[in-house]
């Protein structure tokens, strides 16, 4: 990271490893503190009056949710991996991450996807620190002021946290197995076991075939079907209607 201060290395592992560095090219996007911070119920009009909930009612029209609930969890599952991504990513390329203080990082709400986000000053922090970083720093107060204001479960959003940090370890295994670079994927893997082990996440993955035990509930949209680590064999409701998988 000393030698790459702008990140730039993490753009090779792909779109959700990106992370731009220094001022957004407009004034306008607020620091997630102050997304996480707001709860300004009449959001239609202005972006920035509650970015969240902007954000949860972009998706459900882009997508044509039946329920904002469940455009909740996918914005939410997408913002998540994004946070995953840079962090694991920079621990695995760098052995440090970013320090992603939610008042350096700034995030268009109104941009598309994946989730554009901005550091304002590059702080390495020893790769230890990537639980404190991504699940208190974000996952805790995201969920927080997701569940004030929309009926959510915390179930689904540490479901959520547990796919797409899961999702970011394919990734890096893919890249590094094309690039010859066996290490970053073994850097990956050990982070993501701790991380795992948290009781957060612990459980939230079946031990055997990494696939989760809660529905992010995209089947619920329009053609949706069920995602590669469902915990259904079935989208529910049809013919043959199976319990979640344990």
Known sequence: MDHDPGLGALSSLGGFFVLRTGRPPHDGPPTLAEAYAARDADVEPEVYANPVIFRVRKVARSLRAPELRVAASIAH??????????????????????DLDPRLLRWDADASAPDELWLAEVRGLPAERIGEVVREGHLVP?????????????????GNAASALMGAVRQIDRWA??????????????????????????????????????????????????CGDCCF????????????RS
Do not use: I, K, M
Request: glycine share 10%.
């Open 142 to 158: 995201l969920a927080a002021a997701l569940r004030a204001q929309l009926p959510l479960s915390e179930r689904l959003l540490w």
């Open 77 to 98: 599952l997408g913002f998540t991996a994004r946070l995953w991504s840079v962090a694991l990513g920079s621990a695995a390329l760098y052995g440090r991450v970013p």
């Open 177 to 226: 197995a094309v690039n010859g670079r066996t290490e970053v994927a073994s850097r990956a893997r050990a982070c993501a076991a701790e991380l795992f082990a948290h009781p957060t996440l612990a459980g939230t993955l079946d031990p055997a075939t990494r696939r989760r035990r809660s529905c992010c509930l995209y089947y619920r949209l329009p053609g949706g079907g069920l």
């Open 233 to 244: 064999d079935r989208p529910p409701g049809t013919d043959a209607r199976p319990g979640p």
